[in-house]
């Protein structure tokens, strides 16, 4: 209905419009002005009406008559403009459902044009835009080429992309001061006992397209992750040495390695950065270069002759630098680069004598006499640096922070060639005591970094299987008396192990001390009762565990550093002795370090070398002179063959424990003769095994 009412009002009202529209007089020209000043409102761009827009509004009110006779509001003068436009009105629809169709269609505004994405601006300066073009395309096509680590790969890619491909170390085909600096870094890579060779410098002086910029850009990038990596993890895997090595591992991140010296002022301080910082690495680094009197000069041979000595000027007599043939060798062979076909024995090469005779302990005179010349060309030197090369390489491995922070950086390093250990605290040794570590072979002592947890005073020994069926089985066939007479304890278990033990006591294998830190070796520290073997110079006699001289003040001395208001002493600790174990619990553990030097540098500041008791030595000398890291396990025997529980042959109702219990203490004959044994044991009952119980 009110669609009806609608209808006939909009009929009605365009009728009279249009009778109004044929009897009034036209406009004339003031009034059609008027009219096209006034401004007109825009077409609406809506859809027609439909039902639901005609709905009855509930709260309006019903219009008061009386209001209704009141004069109406004066139109505006606008309105009055307007009151004689003629208003066209479209036709009514028939019926609701043609209302939709009876409007003629709204205008449509033009439709708005999609945002265009902002135009990226290059950060790339125009004289480098050539070089990170060819950027671009390389790192995507052939960046294999030059990084075949997947990590780095993607670090590298991703480094350039953020940059644009700007390059990193020239600026319009020149070198930039961080370029400069990696090149000086890698070219002095000797001096911290790595190979020049492995990170080759491109020429960028040859380098006169983009083409050639770019690629090496990128080799030089290569380099210097090379180097990053190398100089703080190590030029060999130390899995790749020998199966009784352990240490965490802490390997570079490219990302990092690029964000830091791209962003460092001084790029080569900080690739220096990734070598070790332990003190024990930078003594041998300064003794290394002694040794090369700051060159490489191993393969040159300084002739004989007269002896060569400088003067200084005094007022009666000028300068006496002497001449001689041997000394433009001299200069090659000590490192002096000033002048180097001089053939005067001037103060600098004089110099360069004086250091090299007081690093080989010779009177330092600074005289180029027989026995300097024999030193110079002595063997023993290019051994010495040779070993010291290799130790320098095993010191990479080692944790980058060696002591617990909290504790004032103090740990425990134990060096197995020189059979020393130390607790160290606040870069300086605190308590210093002798050790005896493992035979060699089968026995070695691990190479390890683990943390002390607690100490054990009166312990218990549990005699591992390895121990057991190489030695206490075929004794027991032989003697069945054997263990009582030793103060074991014989257990034969439910399921038919048998297990054995020594109870605590002044005779017990471990001492009254054991110093736990677990590994996966089931090695530890531990006293012992065997004393006289801390006589000797060379002390490797046990199975691979660690004894200590000094157990009671070394046992103080950790303590003290835990727990400070404990107050422990010597006499504390003896006093806890008894036939009770019991378990002193660190708050916070101590790191313990067991390391392989056979070359350091003492307190006075001497270089010291040691026996390589393990082969170590040789096999990484052989390993890197021979530049095949990756293939040195087809090289290096493992220091310890592989043992495991007999299947066959044991005596009737024995078999073994099946518990991982920790092994250490003498051997068997050791502990029934008494010292380190001659006597060749009796054959293992069975065959050998293959599996390894490492100790």
Same mark, same amino acid.
């Given at each position: 209905?009110?669609?009806?009412?609608?209808?006939?009002?909009?009929?009605?009202?365009?009728?009279?419009?249009?009778?109004?529209?044929?009897?009034?007089?036209?406009?004339?020209?003031?009034?059609?002005?008027?009219?096209?000043?006034?401004?007109?409102?825009?077409?609406?761009?809506?859809?027609?009406?439909?039902?639901?827009?005609?709905?009855?509004?509930?709260?309006?009110?019903?219009?008061?008559?009386?209001?209704?006779?009141?004069?109406?509001?004066?139109?505006?003068?606008?309105?009055?403009?307007?009151?004689?436009?003629?208003?066209?009105?479209?036709? =009514?629809?028939?019926?609701?459902?043609?209302?939709?169709?009876?409007?003629?269609?709204?205008?449509?505004?033009?439709?708005?044009?999609?945002?265009?994405?902002?135009?990226?601006?290059?950060?790339?300066?125009?004289?480098?835009?050539?070089?990170?073009?060819?950027?671009?395309?390389?790192?995507?096509?052939?960046?294999?080429?030059?990084?075949?680590?997947?990590?780095?790969?993607?670090?590298?890619?991703?480094?350039?992309?953020?940059?644009?491909?700007?390059?990193?170390?020239?600026?319009?085909?020149?070198? +930039?001061?961080?370029?400069?600096?990696? !090149?000086?870094?890698?070219?002095?890579?000797?001096?911290?006992?790595?190979?020049?060779?492995?990170?080759?410098?491109?020429?960028?002086?040859?380098?006169?397209?983009?083409?050639?910029?770019?690629?090496?850009?990128?080799?030089?990038?290569?380099?210097?992750?090379?180097?990053?990596?190398?100089?703080?993890?190590?030029?060999?895997?130390?899995?790749?040495?020998?199966?009784?090595?352990?240490?965490?591992?802490?390997?570079?991140?490219?990302?990092?390695?690029?964000?830091?010296?791209?962003?460092?002022?001084?790029?080569?301080?900080?690739?220096?950065?990734?070598?070790? =910082?332990?003190?024990?690495?930078?003594?041998?680094?300064?003794?290394?270069?002694?040794?090369?009197?700051?060159?490489?000069?191993?393969?040159?041979?300084?002739?004989?002759?007269?002896?060569?000595?400088?003067?200084?000027?005094?007022?009666?007599?000028?300068?006496?630098? =002497?001449?001689?043939?041997?000394?433009?060798?001299?200069?090659?062979?000590?490192?002096?680069?000033?002048?180097?076909?001089?053939?005067?024995?001037?103060?600098?090469?004089?110099?360069?004598?004086?250091?090299?005779?007081?690093?080989?302990?010779?009177?330092?005179?600074?005289?180029?006499?027989?026995?300097?010349?024999?030193?110079?060309?002595?063997?023993?030197?290019?051994?010495?640096?040779?070993?010291?090369?290799?130790?320098?390489?095993?010191?990479?491995?080692?944790?980058?922070?060696?002591?617990?922070?909290?504790?004032?950086?103090?740990?425990?390093?134990?060096?197995?060639?020189?059979?020393?250990?130390?607790?160290?605290?606040?870069?300086?040794?605190?308590?210093?005591?002798?050790?005896?570590?493992?035979?060699?072979?089968?026995?070695?002592?691990?190479?390890?970094?683990?943390?002390?947890?607690? !100490?054990?005073?009166?312990? +218990?020994?549990?005699?591992?299987?390895?121990?057991?069926?190489?030695?206490?089985?075929?004794?027991?066939?032989?003697?069945?008396?054997?263990?009582?007479?030793?103060?074991?304890?014989?257990?034969?278990?439910?399921?038919?192990?048998?297990?054995?033990?020594?109870?605590?006591?002044?005779?017990?294998?471990?001492?009254?001390?054991?110093?736990?830190?677990?590994?996966?070796?089931?090695?530890?520290?531990?006293?012992?009762?065997?004393?006289?073997?801390?006589?000797?110079?060379?002390?490797?006699?046990?199975?691979?565990?660690?004894?200590?001289?000094?157990?009671?003040?070394?046992?103080?001395?950790?303590?003290?550093?835990?727990?400070?208001?404990?107050?422990?002493?010597?006499?504390? !600790?003896?006093?806890?002795?008894?036939?009770?174990?019991?378990?002193?619990?660190?708050? +916070?553990?101590?790191?313990?370090?067991?390391?392989?030097?056979?070359?350091?540098?003492?307190?006075?500041?001497?270089?010291?070398?040691?026996?390589? !008791?393990?082969?170590?030595?040789?096999?990484?000398?052989?390993?890197?002179?021979?530049?095949?890291?990756?293939?040195?396990?087809?090289?290096?025997?493992?220091?310890?063959?592989?043992?495991?529980?007999?299947?066959?042959?044991?005596?009737?109702?024995?078999?073994?424990?099946?518990?991982?219990?920790?092994?250490?203490?003498?051997?068997?004959?050791?502990?029934?003769?008494?010292?380190?044994?001659?006597?060749?044991?009796?054959?293992?009952?069975?065959?050998?095994?293959?599996?390894?119980?490492?100790?």
């Amino acid at each position: 209905m009110l669609m009806a009412v609608a209808a006939t009002f909009l009929t009605v009202s365009a009728t009279s419009a249009l009778a109004a529209q044929s009897t009034t007089p036209r406009a004339s020209a003031a009034e059609l002005a008027i009219d096209a000043a006034v401004p007109r409102p825009e077409p609406a761009n809506v859809p027609p009406p439909t039902i639901g827009d005609f709905k009855m509004d509930s709260t309006a009110s019903v219009p008061d008559p009386a209001k209704a006779t009141e004069k109406p509001a004066e139109p505006s003068p606008a309105a009055k403009a307007t009151e004689s436009k003629p208003v066209e009105i479209p036709a =009514p629809a028939t019926n609701v459902n043609d209302a939709a169709t009876a409007a003629p269609p709204a205008a449509t505004a033009p439709a708005p044009e999609p945002a265009k994405e902002p135009v990226k601006v290059s950060t790339v300066a125009p004289a480098d835009q050539p070089v990170a073009d060819r950027l671009r395309d390389m790192l995507g096509a052939k960046s294999l080429r030059y990084f075949d680590r997947k990590n780095e790969r993607a670090a590298v890619e991703k480094f350039y992309s953020a940059r644009d491909y700007a390059p990193l170390w020239t600026q319009a085909g020149t070198l +930039t001061a961080g370029g400069k600096g990696v !090149i000086a870094r890698l070219k002095d890579a000797a001096a911290e006992g790595l190979n020049p060779a492995d990170y080759p410098v491109p020429d960028f002086a040859a380098a006169a397209s983009p083409d050639q910029l770019a690629e090496a850009e990128l080799k030089l990038t290569a380099s210097m992750l090379d180097y990053a990596r190398q100089a703080q993890s190590g030029r060999m895997h130390w899995s790749q040495v020998a199966s009784d090595i352990l240490y965490p591992e802490h390997p570079t991140d490219p990302a990092e390695v690029l964000a830091n010296i791209s962003a460092a002022k001084d790029a080569s301080a900080a690739l220096d950065g990734y070598n070790p =910082p332990h003190k024990l690495y930078k003594d041998l680094k300064a003794k290394l270069a002694e040794l090369r009197g700051q060159g490489d000069g191993p393969m040159i041979h300084i002739a004989e002759g007269p002896a060569l000595a400088f003067r200084a000027a005094t007022k009666k007599q000028g300068e006496v630098a =002497p001449e001689d043939s041997r000394v433009p060798q001299l200069r090659a062979k000590l490192g002096v680069a000033e002048n180097p076909d001089g053939t005067h024995y001037d103060a600098k090469v004089a110099a360069a004598v004086r250091k090299f005779q007081e690093s080989v302990d010779l009177k330092p005179t600074g005289v180029l006499d027989d026995r300097t010349v024999k030193a110079i060309n002595s063997p023993k030197r290019d051994r010495h640096i040779d070993t010291v090369l290799v130790n320098m390489e095993r010191l990479r491995w080692l944790p980058r922070q060696l002591g617990a922070a909290s504790l004032g950086n103090a740990y425990v390093i134990l060096n197995v060639p020189d059979f020393t250990l130390k607790v160290m605290q606040n870069g300086a040794p605190v308590w210093t005591t002798r050790v005896v570590t493992g035979k060699p072979g089968k026995h070695a002592t691990p190479m390890l970094t683990e943390t002390m947890k607690f !100490i054990t005073v009166n312990p +218990t020994w549990n005699v591992p299987p390895s121990i057991i069926y190489n030695e206490y089985l075929p004794a027991l066939q032989q003697d069945p008396t054997v263990l009582d007479r030793m103060g074991l304890k014989l257990e034969r278990r439910r399921d038919g192990s048998i297990h054995i033990s020594q109870p605590p006591g002044e005779a017990n294998a471990l001492g009254r001390i054991r110093f736990n830190f677990p590994n996966k070796f089931l090695v530890y520290q531990h006293d012992t009762p065997d004393k006289h073997l801390f006589a000797k110079e060379e002390r490797a006699f046990s199975h691979g565990c660690m004894r200590v001289q000094n157990p009671d003040q070394y046992a103080s001395t950790l303590l003290n550093i835990v727990m400070p208001n404990e107050r422990y002493s010597p006499e504390k !600790i003896r006093s806890m002795y008894g036939r009770s174990e019991m378990d002193l619990k660190f708050p +916070t553990p101590i790191p313990v370090n067991i390391t392989y030097q056979t070359a350091f540098v003492d307190d006075a500041g001497k270089l010291q070398i040691r026996k390589d !008791i393990y082969g170590r030595d040789a096999a990484m000398i052989a390993l890197l002179k021979n530049g095949r890291s990756r293939d040195l396990e087809a090289m290096v025997a493992h220091a310890q063959p592989s043992y495991s529980r007999p299947k066959d042959g044991l005596p009737a109702g024995v078999s073994f424990a099946s518990d991982n219990t920790y092994s250490s203490g003498p051997s068997f004959f050791e502990r029934l003769f008494g010292g380190p044994s001659t006597v060749t044991p009796p054959a293992p009952i069975g065959r050998r095994p293959q599996q390894r119980f490492t100790r």
